[in-house]
């Protein structure tokens, strides 16, 4: 079965540092890939996703991601994170296919010092 | 309005009770789902449908029932609630057709206490 290891559960930076949260997935096949974010006392919405293509994907807010395929890993980056960063992180894979669920990482839950 | 609508938003019941969660969606996506989510665990899939006539068990659907009674509507069953239901519910919808995205949108949440 597919699962998600997402390693850091909190992580707290200044403003202004580098953010790069770690994800990586369990299933050896073709597989679209998803970031979600949820701020304080929201629902889950998505950041950027990875399907096929290049391998770098930019989404909203400055955020992007990078898929290595050899590595099993789907790791989000920042390069300067803001105070309006702080949420909860969640990484989420499905399996290239019509009839494929979506699993989710445990998450990781991002505090940033103003 | 929201695209995705859960009701009740919060509900507080006793162990023993049944409890329904409902999900509506104006979005016209064909798949919904049903997760729960706890602290340091994320989100967890309870069941999926992919259609009208198609239900799935996810990762946790031991004490859960689902009924997908149109395109638009799924809901959520606890037939005897227990305290670890306890949890943070979301629904959420997807499109499987070329032209759509492939993301979940979700809807706000229903948070469930059973004491």
């Known amino acids: 079965a597919q699962s998600v290891s997402q390693h850091n559960h909190h992580v707290i930076l200044s403003e202004a540092a580098s953010l790069e949260l770690g994800c990586n997935y369990s299933?050896?096949?073709?597989?679209?890939l998803f970031w979600y974010v949820q701020y304080p006392g929201q629902h889950l919405q998505l950041l950027l996703k990875y399907f096929s293509g290049d391998p770098l994907v930019k989404g909203i807010k400055g955020f992007e991601a990078e898929f290595i395929k050899s590595k099993f890993s789907f790791n989000l980056r920042k390069p300067s994170v803001q105070w309006s960063d702080t949420a909860e992180y969640f990484c989420a894979v499905s399996r290239y296919s019509s009839a494929s669920k979506i699993i989710f990482g445990s998450g990781t839950r991002l505090s940033i010092r103003p | 309005d929201a695209d995705v609508t859960q009701t009740p938003r919060n509900r507080i019941t006793k162990t023993g009770k049944r409890i329904m969660l409902e999900c509506s969606q104006t979005k016209g996506h064909d798949r919904m789902y049903w997760y729960r989510q706890d602290p340091g665990l994320g989100l967890r899939l309870i069941y999926y449908?992919?259609?009208?006539?198609?239900?799935n068990k996810g990762e946790i659907s031991d004490g859960y029932s689902v009924s997908r009674q149109a395109q638009a509507k799924f809901s959520l069953s606890l037939e005897s609630a227990i305290p670890n239901q306890t949890a943070l519910y979301f629904c959420?919808?997807?499109?499987?057709?070329?032209?759509?995205?492939?993301?979940?949108?979700f809807g706000e949440g229903s948070r469930l206490t059973v004491l």
């Open positions: 299933y050896g096949g073709t597989v679209n």
């Open positions: 449908s992919f259609d009208v006539k198609d239900i």
């Open positions: 959420a919808t997807s499109d499987s057709r070329p032209s759509g995205t492939g993301e979940l949108f």
